[in-house]
């Protein structure tokens, strides 16, 4: 089925209003609906893709807390917290760790407008101390309750619109024209609208079509291929 004009609008509309640089890294969060839930949160705030490591490098799973959310935010997971954080400084990253130590800042102190990628614990053990010592800045939400902390996809949630909201503010960083490639656009243009091809072109180790001005794909593909969003 071709792929209908109104949803090529909404999905581009969508699209123009990611970020690459606002992300979040999680370290062994092991719950399905925190990571649904955190997810859910990136693809709100229009984060374009998340990064995380997993006990055993086990294999992620979502529920239905994500929302299918899972298919707008790409999560790229990475062998251990040590890969991640350096992979992440050297895409130019400032990491902030959640941390509740004394040496850890209000969140609402610090400026969230450059790249900036904030790093979630898991839930029982909070951040490594490989984690605290390698992100550049620690920061925590004050807390006013009996509990001494909140659930980690509310935090990230709070970090992540507390970034948005600085970006809005100031009016710029939100259009991702400005900070994503043409090149990642179009690729991540092609993987939202058609899957399913997308998948296909890869195990065939070939570039994706074209697309038209409409959402069409410029090419004659293989009966078989289908074109399902
Ligand atoms: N006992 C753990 C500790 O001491 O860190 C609690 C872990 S908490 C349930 C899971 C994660 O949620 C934390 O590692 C952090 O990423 C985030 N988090 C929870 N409360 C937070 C707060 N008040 N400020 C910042 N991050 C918080």
Redesign the pocket.
Known sequence: MPLLPRRFKRIKSVLERRMSNLTILTEEIEKPHNLSAILRTCDAVGVLEAHAVFKENRIPTFNSTAQGSQKWVKLNRHKSIEVAIKYLKEMGFKLYG???NENAKD?RMLDYRGPTAFV????????SKSASMLVDES?????RGMV?????SV?SAALLFEALRQREQEGSHLDSRENISEALYNKTLFEWCYPEVANWCKSHGRDYPKLNPVGEIMENLPRTNKFRC
């Open positions: 959640t941390n509740l969140y979630m614990g898991a839930e029982k053990w909070g951040l920061i925590f939400i004050p807390m001494q902390s909140l659930n980690v935090a």
